[in-house]
């Protein structure tokens, strides 16, 4: 490699020590990150930075011998490289950066939103993320044209700004903050070029350790009580696998294994499949409700409706399935609605407003002094496998935890729950009669 180049990369090694923006022993991996890119790097023509880092890390991607956090790692290493250490002006391909932001650094913002969304949708992130971020982005333009007087610069400092007006005027949670930041950090990245992650420790909001509501055995019995038709289905299924209510919303017929009592939940968070338990006692409700909502499939057939909405490319590789029984919803809404994708009319899985409602109502009826909501009850899950003896890591598979620490927050709640110890000074009394 040409020797500017090395010593390029020797300046870039001691830019990441002098400035801390990484641990002093990941230093030296992401410059070989880089050298690797550099190596490897061959442009296509008009093809910008920003695309060839991505082509580079999709390859990178590929190898039998590349992990998830050493793609993270090269990207991280590669932006820090040529945004904060070379201050590349050209990330982006020009015209497209023209319709974002001018010379002078003036952002257009419905531009840069159209841009997020686009982004958004080509790294498949869920709707959902799409409107969160989005709706921060909003925001954040509308606190810097107040604050700015109707100039729209964005900037490491504005960002800083902003955060600091969200904890101390707005007095938000350490988790709002941190979704606020991930939103305009994606914002930076991805659509104007700007690298904020150097700054992360210093904005991300440290959130102290909590445990989760646990419902006992007999308190989770009656809440179900409370509760009765669809929505009491649900509420089983949830608990009887351990999910989140948007996985459970977003079941589809062929996610059910009667056979095997197995339900599938796929691109579950962080986009990973994964399998876990249906409960014998719902099985037969679970059938019954199918046949229902087969009459309902059959009705939308006959209208000549689109097919349910299918995951990124599907629908155009088999473009027959969102129409076939097998990709129908397990909890379809009743009403139809209108794609806000792909602007067409379809019938969508039922919002997660519904049980969360029944949920709360439930808990007000069976009289429990608990904090309770949809989440509490795939916390009682976890705990009361746990307290049944089932193994820690089959667990984590269960619900779908990356790390299994994540996991053994409920080793904490399963002491409350067991049979609690007696004193020593209890049992000093009764073995010796000693007075009060």
Request: hydrophobic content about 40%; overall charge positive; charged content about 30%.
């Amino acid at each position: 490699m040409d020797k500017d180049i090395e010593r390029g990369l020797a300046d870039f090694g001691e830019f990441l020590l002098r400035e801390r923006i990484v641990h002093s022993a990941h230093a030296p991996f992401h410059v070989k990150w880089v050298r690797r890119f550099l190596e490897r790097d061959e442009p296509q023509a008009g093809e910008a930075l920003q695309d060839r880092v991505q082509r580079f890390c999709e390859e990178l991607e590929r190898a039998a011998w590349a992990t998830d956090w050493m793609v993270k790692q090269a990207e991280q290493a590669i932006r820090l490289y040529f945004l904060n250490f070379l201050k590349v002006t050209d990330w982006r391909k020009p015209e497209r950066m023209a319709q974002v932001q001018d010379a002078e650094g003036q952002v257009n913002p419905e531009a840069a939103l159209a841009q997020l969304r686009e982004t958004l949708r080509l790294k498949h992130y869920s709707y959902r993320t799409e409107k969160t971020y989005a709706d921060w982005v909003r925001r954040f333009f509308e606190y810097l044209g107040e604050a700015e007087k109707g100039r729209t610069v964005v900037t490491a400092e504005a960002v800083r700004n902003y955060m600091a007006h969200l904890a101390v005027h707005r007095q938000v949670s350490s988790s709002t903050q941190n979704q606020a930041f991930n939103s305009l950090l994606f914002l930076g990245r991805e659509v104007l070029g700007l690298e904020l992650e150097e700054m992360a420790e210093g904005v991300r909001a440290k959130r102290g350790d909590r445990l989760p509501t646990v419902l006992s055995v007999p308190e989770t019995f009656a809440l179900l009580e409370q509760m009765q038709g669809t929505l009491r289905l649900m509420a089983e299924v949830i608990y009887g696998g351990g999910l989140r209510v948007s996985e459970c919303c977003r079941l589809r017929v062929k996610d059910l294994d009667f056979d095997q009592s197995l339900v599938f939940v796929r691109a579950g968070k962080g986009d990973k499949d994964r399998s876990t338990l249906m409960a014998e006692s719902v099985k037969r409700r679970l059938r019954e409700h199918l046949e229902q909502m087969r009459a309902l499939y059959e009705e939308d057939r006959a209208a000549d409706l689109a097919g349910v909405m299918l995951p990124d490319a599907l629908a155009r590789k088999y473009p027959q399935a969102p129409k076939e029984w097998a990709w129908f919803w397990v909890f379809p809404s009743r009403t139809l609605s209108t794609d806000p994708r792909a602007g067409v009319v379809r019938r969508h899985h039922v919002g997660d407003g519904s049980i969360q409602h029944a949920v709360k109502e439930a808990s007000r009826k069976a009289n429990l002094a608990k904090p309770v909501s949809v989440h509490t009850l795939r916390h009682s899950f976890a705990t009361h496998l746990l307290l049944n003896g089932v193994d820690l890591r089959q667990i984590q598979d269960y619900l779908g935890h990356a790390n299994v620490e994540t996991t053994m927050i409920y080793t904490h709640v399963v002491k409350d729950l067991r049979n609690p110890a007696r004193s020593p000074l209890d049992l000093l009394r009764g073995g010796s009669g000693v007075k009060n």
